[in-house]
Antibody
Framework: EAQLVESGGGLMHPGGSLRLSCAAS????????MHWVRQATGKGLEWVSA???????YYSGSVKGRFTISRENNKNLLVLQLNGLRVGDTAVYYC???????????WGQGTVVTVSS | DIQMAQSPSSLSASVGDRVTITCRAS??????LSWYQQKPGKVPKLLIY???SLVSGVPSRFSGSGSGTYFTLTISSLQPEDFASYYC??????????FGQGTKLE
């Protein structure tokens, strides 16, 4: 069964850094584009970042220049490095797999990032 | 960047009702549109991809339609377990991708 498990969330001060990980299992990780999506409490879903199978990376305007997405195919691992954290980055962060149908068919359970002074 | 306008933001309905949620894209996204259901405290669940293709295991009362800039998600006869939030997502061309603002069905 395909599965994604995030880790690495926590409580940080503004300006801090955090490394989120997403461990994939049950499918050929290297064959899929992967994404990060976040959701602040009581708010909607916000697309954050993507990495293609070929390694191309993409970011939303709100995180570009501060967050870095990467993947380690030999470890079936997706990573999001969060630098220059802001209060507005507080959210549950989900990793998601992009299916052949250009939709997000597998989601992790989420990891909570809280940025507060 | 492509913007997605989803409406309504909330919808009051009853069991057995037929409900329709719409998403409008700021430019043509052909059929690169998917729909998700999210219950409180739970992970989003894919319902429909490619605008109208139903995910295996999703009840047939859910349907999607549209192309270009206008899309709809219809629940033909609302069931108690359908009370949740719903989101559209455009995945046209290269990212950034965009979710609609969400619709809370209550």
């Amino acid at each position: 069964e395909a599965q994604l498990v995030e880790s690495g969330g926590g409580l940080m001060h503004p300006g801090g850094s955090l490394r989120l990980s997403c461990a994939a299992s049950g499918f050929t990780f290297s064959s899929y584009d992967m994404h990060w999506v976040r959701q602040a409490t009581g708010k909607g879903l916000e697309w954050v970042s993507a990495i293609r199978t070929a390694g191309d990376t993409y970011y939303s305007g709100s995180v570009k220049g501060r967050f870095t997405i990467s993947r380690e195919n030999n470890k079936n691992l997706l990573v999001l490095q969060l630098n220059g954290l802001r209060v507005g980055d507080t959210a549950v962060y989900y990793c998601a797999r992009e299916s052949q149908g250009d939709a997000f068919d597998i989601w992790g359970q989420g990891t909570v990032v809280t940025v507060s002074s | 960047d492509i913007q997605m306008a989803q409406s309504p933001s909330s919808l009051s309905a009853s069991v057995g009702d037929r409900v329709t949620i719409t998403c409008r894209a700021s430019q043509s996204i052909i059929t690169y549109l998917s729909w998700y259901q999210q219950k409180p405290g739970k992970v989003p669940k894919l319902l429909i991809y490619a605008a109208s293709s139903l995910v295996s295991g999703v009840p047939s009362r859910f349907s999607g339609s549209g192309s270009g800039t206008y899309f709809t998600l219809t629940i033909s006869s609302l069931q108690p377990e359908d009370f949740a939030s719903y989101y559209c997502l455009q995945t046209y061309s290269r990212p950034p991708y965009t979710f609609g603002q969400g619709t809370k069905l209550e």
